[in-house]
C-alpha cells in the first residue's frame, strides 16, 4: 500500500496509550477477553493495513505489505487496583500495560503494527492498552479504528468505515513544473536551532527526562486566555480579529514558562512545534475518515528574550499565525519537500532518549499536539465509557500533549516530557501567576 511523506516522516515505533474502565458489574468482564479477540478480528477487516507489517526501503523509508499478519492480543493480570497509578503519569506502572516492544533486536517485518493487551486489576477494573504504528496512523485515525472496534464489541454495526486509499496524495507529491513550484523549503520547515555555545543537540539528547501530568481548572485556562486577548486588545487597539483559542492562550503559557525553567539565554533562538492536522485545509478535502498520516508540524519561533520580557499576547501570536499558516499551498510545499530528501532516517519527527540521530524537539525547542475536539472517553466496548485514558510512556524533553479531562468540566491534563534538572523550576513558573 503507498505510503505518502507524511506517513514516512514520522519515526517507525509506535504511539502507546492505555484506556482504563471499571465495570459496574465484575460478571461484565468474564469473557471480555474472548469478546476483544472476536471483535478486534473483526475491526481488522476494515482497518486491514493495522494487521500488515512494514518493510524497509532505500533511504530509510519503509514500505507497507497488506499481507493480514495480524495483531498481537495479550492478556494479563494485575496485583494492582487502578487508584494505585495516582494520577496517571507516564511510568514503567503504566507502560507495563502495553505488550513489550523490541525494536532494536526485532527485523522490522516481523513486528506487529497493532499489539493490544487487556489487564484485569484487583479491584475489578481493566485497562486496553494499545500500541499502534506512527506509520499506520495518526491519532485522530487511531482514535476512529478504537471507536469503531469497541461498537463491534458491543454487537453493534460497524459503520464508520475509514477511507484507505493513501494515493490521494501523490498529486501534492508529484514534482511541478517551475510556474507552480513550491513557495517554501525544507528551510522553513525544519531549521532546529540548538543552545548557544553548541554546534549540535548530542549532549542534550543523552540528559536524563521525567515525565509529569499538570492540571489546569477550567478558570485557570480562562484567566490565561482573557490574559493573552486582553493585552493584545490593548497592543492593538481594536477586536476586530478572532481571539486567541484556549490551545494557543495554554500553549503561549506553556512556551514562556519553560523559556524561564531553561533559563534561556535573552538571545537565544527557540521553537515551539504545533501538530496541525491538515484534513481540511485542502482545496479539496481529505475525506473525514482518512486513515493515515495527515498531520504536520508548524514552527513557531521566537527570541527567548522577547518571549520572556514582551505580554503573553506575543507568543500567542506566533502560535497563532503558524497555524493560520497552515494552508493548501503549505502543505504541498511540505511533501513535495519531503519527497527530495533522498535520506529520511536522519529526521523522523521523534527522537528517542540517546538516540543521536533524528530532529530533536528538546531544549531549546518543544512539541505540543491536542487531543482536545477528537472525542476522547467515548470507547464503551461493553463495560461503560472509559474513565481515564493516559499515555504510557512520554521520555522526550520538549514533548507534551494537552487533553480535556475525562470528567468533562472543562479543565485540561497535560501530560510532558522534560529534562529532570528543569522540571522543578517550570511547574513554579506554570503556577505562579494562575
Known sequence: MFLSECDQRVAVTHATVVHFYKPESPELLNDATEVL?????????????????????????????????????????????????????????????????????????????????????????????????????????????????????????????????????????????????????????????????RSSSLEGRKKATICAMLKLSKDQIEQIRNKANDQDLMIHKTSNQRPFSRF??????????????????????????????????????????????????????????DLQSRPLSYASSKIKEAIENVTDEYVRSYLVCMKNIPEVSTSPYFHTVGRPQGLFFGNPNLIVTTWVGLGLYKADFGWGDEIFMAHASLGDDGKLFIIPSPNGDGSLLIPLGLQVEHINAFKKYFYEDI
Open 37 to 197: 479477540k472476536d471483535s478486534l478480528s473483526e475491526a481488522l477487516v476494515a482497518f486491514y493495513p493495522l494487521a500488515g507489517r512494514l518493510y524497509p526501503k532505500d533511504g530509510g523509508r519503509v514500505e507497507l505489505h497488506c499481507n493480514s499478519m495480524g495483531a498481537l492480543l495479550v492478556e494479563a493480570q494485575s496485583e494492582l487496583k487502578i487508584q494505585d497509578l495516582g494520577d496517571f503519569c507516564p511510568a514503567p506502572q503504566i507502560r507495563a500495560l502495553i505488550p513489550p516492544i523490541d525494536n532494536n533486536n526485532t527485523p522490522l517485518h516481523e513486528v506487529p503494527l497493532l499489539l493490544v493487551q487487556i489487564t484485569k486489576f484487583a479491584c475489578g477494573g481493566v485497562s486496553i492498552g494499545l500500541a499502534v504504528s506512527r506509520v499506520i496512523a495518526d491519532g485522530q485515525s487511531g482514535f476512529h479504528f478504537v471507536s469503531e472496534w469497541a461498537k463491534i464489541a458491543r454487537g453493534e454495526k460497524s459503520d464508520d468505515q475509514p477511507f484507505l486509499d493513501r494515493t490521494i496524495f501523490q498529486k501534492y507529491e508529484d514534482d511541478h513544473p517551475s510556474s507552480t513550484a513550491p513557495k517554501l523549503q525544507y528551510s522553513d520547515f525544519f531549521p532546529l536551532p540548538v543552545l548557544i555555545g
Open 248 to 305: 494557543v492562550a495554554v500553549s503561549a503559557h506553556i512556551w514562556r514558562c519553560l523559556s524561564k525553567a531553561r533559563m534561556h539565554n535573552p538571545a537565544q533562538e527557540t521553537v515551539l512545534y504545533v501538530t496541525v492536522d491538515f484534513r481540511k485545509r485542502l482545496k479539496l478535502p481529505l475525506p473525514g475518515r482518512y486513515f493515515g498520516n495527515a498531520v504536520l508540524p508548524v514552527p513557531a519561533r521566537a527570541i527567548a528574550g
